[in-house]
Structure formats: C-alpha cells, structure tokens
C-alpha cells in the first residue's frame, strides 16, 4: 500500500459537519464558519529531517521552508494565510540555539507574508526533527479554486521552471501568494495546485478530480537551469526532462483556464510578474492519463511523481 | 533551559498581524477572522510514542486520545471544536491496518463531538510514533475564557477527581466540552484552563497570567481512586495527594469565579452533571505562588508540574 493507497483509505469515512465546504483531498481544507464574505482555509503540512531537509541544513532555512511549503497550499487555494501554529519534535541532544534559529526563519517568511504565529508546541522525538506547520487563511467567497474544475479544451500552465529544487530552490523558493490572489482576480481559472510532488504526479490529482486528461507539448515544459546542469553530470543523472516532469518540491502553481483565455493570460501575466516565467504547456483532453507530444507523436506518462510513503 | 523556559524565549517576539486576539501562552490562540457573532479558537497537540503513549496501546485508543487532547484545550475556553486536520508519522515498518485503527479511534470521538476530519497527512519517520491534531473551533465573541483573569478572592474550582490518570484515564477520559459551555453560559468565570501538566504546575500558570497566588486547602483537593490504589502499592510509590498535584493528563477543568458565586455555583452543578464531581479546592490569594492548608498550617508548594521537555 503506497502513500494515495493509504490515504483514499483512510479519507473514504471521515467524519463530516455543515462547516465543512471542502474536505480532504484538495491542497487545503475549506470551512465556512460564517464570515460574511469569505471562506476559511486549513491546512497542516510536516518536514521530516532525511525527507525535507538534513542534518547539515542550516536551521532557519529549516524553518523557513516548513512554513513556505504551508503557505504555497494556500496559494494553490488563491488564498490569503493569516495564522500559523509550530510543532517542533526534536531529539533530546538537540541544541536550544538551534530551535531559536528554526523559529527565527519561520519569522521572517511569516513577516514578509504578513502570518501571525501564535503559538505551538516542542516535543521529544528519538532521532529525526520533524516540523508540523498548522495554517489558517482566507479566501473571499466564490473565488475559491479547487483541482475538480478543469475543463475538456483548457490550456494548462505552470509558473516557473520545473525540476532539480533539491539543488537549492526547496530551501529558498518564495510561496507563489500574489501571483495565485491576481490570477484569481483576473482570470476565470478553472482548476489550480502547487506542484510538491512533481508535475507528473501532481497533475494527475487535477485529472482525476476533474476526470480528464491532458496532452503535455514537451517542448513547452519550462525545465530549471538546475535541472539541466544536473543531466549534464554524467550517465547517473537523469534527463533534463524527466527531473521537470518527477522531481519533488517545485512549488509552482500548476493552473488551467479555457483555451479561449491563455492568450490574454500570458499578455496581462508578462508586466504583471516579470522576473516570474508563465508557460502554456498543454491543454485538457478527454479520457484520462497524460499524454506528451514531441517530434515523433503522443505518447501516454507513465512515470508518477514522488510518493512520500511508505 | 527546560521546556518552559525555552518557550519563553521563543514566544517573545512572534510576528503577529491585526487578526489575533489571543497569541501564544493561552489553551488556544484566539483570532478574529470577521465572524460577526465568534472568535476563532486555533490549537495543535502532538503525542508522542513512549510519552503519552507505548507500542502496546491499542491504535485505537492512540488515535482517540491525539483528539481528545486537542478537545480538552478548545474546552478549555469554553469553546465549541469544528475541525480537524491529523498528521501521522510513523516508522516505515508500521502496518497499514494499524494507521486504519488509529482513524477510527480518532474518527469515533470527532463524530461524538461534532468534529469534522478535514485532512491531514502521513509521513515516515524513524522510530516513534508521532500524532500531531491542528483543531479550529469557535467561541462567542465576550465567551472567551483565558488564564489571565483570576481575581483575589476567587474561589478555585476543579472537575473530577486527580491523580493516576496513567492507570487508565488518560486513554479514556472525556473532554469537558459541555461542561465548560454550561459555566461559561452561566456564570461569570474568571479563568480557566484545562489540567495537562498536573494541578500544581497548571495553577501556577493561571497565578503568573493573572499576577495574583493561591491557597489550596489540602482536605479539598479530589484524589482519583487510581492514585490512591498506586499510593498503597509500597514505599516506591506517590503519595495520593502529591500524586494529585503533580501527576499530569488529568484533562479536568481548573477555574475560578467570584466568591460570592461559589455556593451558587455547586448548587447549580449538580442537577446538570450529576456524574462529574465538581470541587472547591481553595481561593485566589495576593501575592505569588501556591501555599497548601492542611491541619498544621499553610506552606508554601515548591514542587513542579509534568515538564515535557527537554
């Protein structure tokens, strides 16, 4: 039983109430508990040293990137995060300094991105750290953008570039918060995510929520300068291509809108985000799985992306 | 540095925005997200294998007391819980079946409670096993009970009985959810706080929130059946009393009103929760720190609370 294995299992009977708008399965919870114009979001999401991060890892990037992932599922809602609670495991052995400085850079991104931390707790655990971030935030009613809405005939996009985050951008990457608020704003955007697990992975939860696949132009995948400097490496390494479409740990929105508006989309995007890359890589198709199309025709992924568990 | 004193140092400079009411230092965080009637109540506990539980507690049970948990501290505020997110992490030979049992026990409580499962992850890690619960519940606005307003004079008030739960109450105890809605409907409560860490260790919390002390009147405090059978086991063994004060996981309501609604107050109890002993153990006092009354006089209480870490 793999980790969607296990999951679809244990999300089959969970406990539901008229709060509920959206339950597992989506990027982040949504509740209605009666703001008059607008939803609340909610979502936890754990690092785990040996996963996420190392020992070697300087500890406020640690932090850092235990809150930007949190906050990159409330982008992937087109939300606003507002208040963050911090669970710390750590082993006994493990040095006050070090926990001062986890806080330390989950402070500063949550400054930046105007979230409150109130509270939390640190407990013991016999080896790996592992960090839980809670999160609440907001989205103004109706503009709410789920993985279910993606239509036959949509184009798909992605921001950024794809693959080699472990190289360096898992640690420093900057949650795609405004950019998902504007698109919402702007843009009727059908169906939206953030890529954590690989695009290949990732886009699959969009087509099966919406039950529809997609065709993937393989030149149009924007793949990471740090990616490519990896497939260079040697015979191990693997394909440029392939880390865009597997590799974990993006954090991209991966988006799409009626074919119809792409164009207007990718005009209005340029002045709006200009050091941030928007790429039209494919559109929605019926029936299901992911199709690649290159010089020598379309053919069907399947490659998945990174499952964290078992 | 022990836990106390590390989360002193943590919680100094949080980054805080315009929706917190209540930060860190309380049962819950308390945010306002523009509910015209309610405040947001914002909590997460973790358990943890070989300190709030063993490999051997049925899965069950493990799952129900991760909740239960979370429950104590939204009663705690007099507050009503809406929604769960779970995060499981478990050492990679963990069997499936058994992550199953953990949700049912889990998911049995939040229905009895009215407490949706929204979501939540499962992630490996090494060797224990780690159950973290982020709950959201709400408060009417002017509700709110925090530690910080106990007042000299007041009466000090405990539900249940102390002492022992390890025997088997912590497994099986019931948040005091409805009861803490009754008091805060009914009376005006001052402070209130669940007992975690044991009564000698939470009282003091209340004491240093609201700058004032306490005398307790030995003969009043209610020992557990439980912690007088460990007292009689042999020389090894606790004290009752002590036991009372000190052990932790009593998920008991400690609070305090006026006196002059004492008496008022354990008249009204009784009719509405015929089961659940309600005890006036004492009075909030000036100056600082706890002092114990029994037959020979008052003496100052030097021992300590549960401290989890490090």
Same sequence: chains 1, 2.
């Avoid at 696949?213 to 995948?221: M, N, R, T």
Wanted: hydrophobic residues 45%; proline residues 5%.
């Amino acid at each position: 039983m793999n980790e969607f294995e296990l999951i679809a299992r244990l999300t089959t009977s969970l406990p539901s109430n008229k709060a509920v708008v959206v339950g597992a399965g989506d990027d982040c919870a949504v509740l209605d508990l009666g703001v008059p114009d607008k939803l609340i979001l909610f979502k936890t999401d754990a690092v785990v040293e040996g996963i996420h991060f190392s020992r070697e890892t300087p500890p406020e990037k640690i932090g850092r990137k235990a809150l930007a992932r949190a906050l990159s599922d409330i982008a992937a809602m087109a939300g606003t995060p507002t208040a963050a609670l911090v669970t710390v495991a750590l082993p006994e052995n493990f040095d006050p300094e070090s926990v001062s400085k986890i806080y330390d850079g989950l402070n500063l991104l949550a400054k930046k991105n105007g979230v409150a931390v109130v509270g939390g707790e640190t407990t013991k655990t016999n080896d790996r750290i592992l960090i839980s971030i809670a999160l609440l935030g907001t989205v103004p009613r109706g503009r709410k953008i789920l993985r279910s809405g993606a239509k036959i005939g949509d184009a798909i996009f992605v921001t950024g570039e794809l693959g080699g985050s472990l190289a360096e951008k898992h640690l420093e990457f900057e949650p795609r918060l405004a950019e998902a608020r504007w698109l919402a704003e702007h843009f009727p955007i059908h169906a939206m995510m953030d890529l954590s697990d690989g695009l290949a992975g990732d886009l699959r939860h969009i087509l099966a929520a919406s039950q529809v696949g997609a065709e993937i132009l393989k030149s149009a995948v924007p793949i990471s300068h740090a990616a490519k400097l990896r497939a260079k490496e040697g015979s191990a390494a693997k394909p440029a291509f392939a880390a865009a479409l597997t590799d974990g740990e993006d954090f991209e929105l991966l988006f799409t809108v009626a074919g119809k508006d792409a164009v207007k989309l990718l005009d209005a995007w340029k002045p709006q985000f200009p050091k941030v890359k928007l790429s039209c890589i494919g559109k929605i198709v019926s029936g299901e799985g992911i199709f690649i199309r290159d010089k020598t025709g379309s053919h069907q992924l399947k490659a998945h992306g990174y499952v964290h568990f078992p």
